[in-house]
């Protein structure tokens, strides 16, 4: 490898390992991490209701006055309002808690993080098989709704905006679930699973039916195991999903992930040029290197990892692309290996193109891309690092084909330079976002 | 299971009843708990053993074997790594969805209905369902050479106990046997409940045939009696296999492990003509049918009007089949007409172990 190549390489490597890690340590002190699980079962009850109102009898004026007073299994009933404190749900006398506001109208039960101490909307530290369903919360100085050093979560019909790292986070957990619902405007990314503990026999986190727009990353996913993201809706993010291996966090890389049925689209969201948050140095770039965007899927390294039956269309700079994990001190987890891109559906039958439809530099061995429908431009050209699956054996790498896609990405003021623009459809409701001109709060 | 000396009969079904349908009482050891299973429902006893079962502390060696490590296998140059995610699950499951006997033309009545274990295909990542809830599970499929990866899920989390996978025919690593064994359980041996284990088998020559998986972890017996179980097809490369394929399980149904009210003489979970499968063929197909074993009892397997070699060579048409064992009819068609099969017991035969064979 030459000198003037090896530096764009390293750049890009830095570039993308910001993507998802930088952002929390700078923002707030997390709780430490620990071995998830308290290893302590499901509580006997009998189990409470405990219910939270502003101006009621036998109400508890606060929602953590309630979790204060709720022991293992107990339910807390939020009324509709404006609830303005951070919510913290922490050990194992709390597991198997029930936070419910309003399933069916999370908008009408909101946290609001604007001119709070707490950092975070929901934490839940330790606490095993909690559930927070039917919540908005916003403005929150870290994270909308995170849960951390636990065996099993539910986070569902929830809505996240605004924070200033993630909307929904879980961080060094075992198994869970996120579904129906909801995250934008986030200066990271608006949903995020990360440092999924290694296991020989994993518990898999469910995630289904969300929708991601307006973020840095639709979904960020450093060192995220067995993961499964399914009929969910990644559109006008700087990039869409992206599983990725970074030394900032323990147990790289992302592994054993699938990301099926998926409509990821019109990610090009150039945040550089405005947004409605902060982009932050520590969220967007790495000293004067910038993520990419224009980007629908992106694996940065892993293993094991399938993207399959996605609808993947209008993301101007890559569709679906692969690169190794340059930065990771621990050599033996950069590669690629395993990796299964087959069975997506590029281009909207050729109605909403993607400037490139896949990339992947040739790294790794066993990974394999196709069949693969409405594929129409491949990088490098020749697709000679792109062979059908199933596929056992060594890949061919591409240094040239790397060295491009890296000064796509650093020598670009701009940004867009080397989006290839297509129309897109137009779909009700949503409009596509290349530059923000205001409007959200 | 064994049958239980202390317990000859179920005192609530009549003897007559009794003779009919064959229900007796069986002895499960479970986790080193001696379960009897005579009377109706008395399933909820084994499946409260089974999820007393704790799981395995690692491993201490007994024996200079038992700490042998294995590495995965890989498929052989050519071979493919071939993917199926299967889960454990329950489901309410009629025996008799028609509810009647299409041989002899008569209502089969009382309840039919049961909670089976089963296992269920699923899409990558378990997105989604991608079969039916069914008995049999899926038929597994792979080619001399490949690997299979089966990522398998223990999505029994109301019965609260492990499970596994434990394939005959493809070869494995103790690691992969999916056979609890105490203390000396090897990984895939004990599969809590919403725990994930992918094995991984390889299809060596020796491979070729059609052979059945079943749970094989604690509650194994039980288990395997209402449902868990399903097939491996290992074909030569390159082999494009018969026309008209069908595996068949012969199996009972107890009331024991149903809690119904009396046995059902099972083909594929199903009992009587019209319910279990219906066979289609045209003359001059290749047909294979593949017998499976999967209850305690023998059971001889028979169509009209057709006739075939056996692995002997010597023509037969009524060919006999024990617990866990494959036998594989296949012949070229040549008599067309509606045709009954069925096991050759009678007493199987007329609790409804028979199906339609239909060739146009």
Redesign the interface.
Known sequence: MSSHRRSPVVALGFAVAALAAAGPAQAVNYPPPSKPGTGKGKPKGPHRTLRVCKHGHRCFPRIQDAINEARAGDRIKVAHGLWREGVSISGSGKRYIKLVGDPKHPDKVVLEGKGQKKANGVLINGADHVTVNGFTARHYRANGFFVTNTTGYRFTNLKAFLAGVYGVYAFNTRGGSITNSEAAWNSDSGFYIGQTPPQVKPIRSMVRNITSYGNVLGWSGTNMRYVTITKSKFYNNGAGIVPNALDSEKYPPAEDNVITGNEVFWNNFNYYDGAPFKAKPGGTRVGDVPFPIGVGILLFGGRGNTVTDNDVYGNWLVGIGALQALTLKDATARDLEGNQVTGNRLGLDGTDLNGRDLFYDGNGKDNCFGPNTGVQVVFPESGATMVPCPFTGANAFDQQALATAVDWTVGDATHEAHYIRHDHVSKPGITPLEHYTGGVK | MSPDPLEPLDPTIGRRRFLQVGAGALLCTIGGERVSLGRKGDAVKADAAAARVKRPKALKPADPVDALTFGTP??QPG?????YWVQATTTRWPIVPTHRDGWHGVPVRGRTTFTATVYQLM??????PAGPAAIPGPTLHAEVGDTLVVHF?NALRDLGQAATMHPHGVKYTPDYDGVYLGDLTR?GGF??P????TYTWECVPESVGVWPYHDHGPNHTLNTFRGMFGSVVVRPKGDRGPDVEQVLFLHQLQPPVTGLDRSFQCINGRAYAGNTPTIRAKPGQDVALHVIGMDNNFHDFHIHGHRWRDPSGTFTDTPGVGPGETITVRFVEDNPGRWLYHCHVFSHLDGGMAGWYLVE
Request: hydrophobic content about 45%.
């Open positions: 890989q498929p071979g493919r790594a071939v993917e899409e990558p990542g378990f997105a989604a899920r990984a599969i809590a919403g725990e994930e284990f």
